[in-house]
């Protein structure tokens, strides 16, 4: 029953697709990694000490491409369970499994699990969001190897869009003193996501 309800929530997702605005999410898409550049350049906010935020040239990303902007089924997960996520600091952080997605990459069905954050559903501002930590076939290769994040808003229907061009890699792909989840092994896609950001300059010489 689990099966048939996933593969009906997939086929109205993807009958949603062909209604995404490429102008949009690439405008979208631009910002963000805007956005992002000038946040790691900022002095009072830069998660980058002196020397590395000087040296900082800007994020490596892909070219925009409409194609990783997929329409997934949202399905809400009832009494979802508690999964306890490493970090990079060897250290645990707590999340909710609150729903899985359903879409698809290039013709292959993908799922992904998106999670909430135990300790900031607690915070007004962030209550309504989700993490979506994951790693696919580029990862250690064109892609940072402890892969990669996107957050998303709750939706208020059974679909949401996922734009993997603001796929974002963690703080600890760029410095040290952070303590960033590793992406479970349930979040591994096999195909390959060539979207968002790239392994860092520095990790790529």
Not at 109 to 114: E, P, Q, S, T, V
């Amino acid at each position: 029953m689990k099966l048939i309800f996933s593969l009906l929530l997939l086929t109205a997702a993807l009958k949603s697709f062909s209604q995404i605005d490429s102008s949009f999410y690439r405008d979208e898409s631009i910002l963000f990694w805007d956005e992002q550049d000038a946040h790691y350049r900022d002095k009072e906010k830069s998660p980058l000490n002196k020397k590395a935020r000087k040296a900082f040239t800007g994020h490596r990303h892909y070219d925009f491409d409409i194609t990783y902007v997929v329409t997934a089924a949202f399905q809400r997960l009832v009494n979802g369970d508690t999964v306890v996520m490493q970090t990079s600091a060897d250290t645990e952080k707590k999340y909710i499994r609150y729903a899985q997605l359903h879409f698809n990459v290039g013709g292959n069905h993908c799922h992904l699990f998106a999670y909430q954050s135990l300790a900031l559903r607690e915070t007004e501002e962030y209550k309504n969001y989700l993490f979506i930590p994951f790693k696919d076939l580029t990862s250690g290769n064109q892609t940072y190897g402890g892969g990669r994040y996107l957050d998303i808003l709750i939706p208020e229907s059974n679909q949401v869009v996922i734009n993997f061009n603001k796929a974002y890699n963690p703080y600890c792909a760029y410095t040290d003193g952070y303590f960033c989840p590793i992406p479970p092994a349930e979040n591994t896609l096999t195909v390959a996501i060539n979207a968002g950001a790239m392994t860092p300059a520095h990790l790529h010489d």
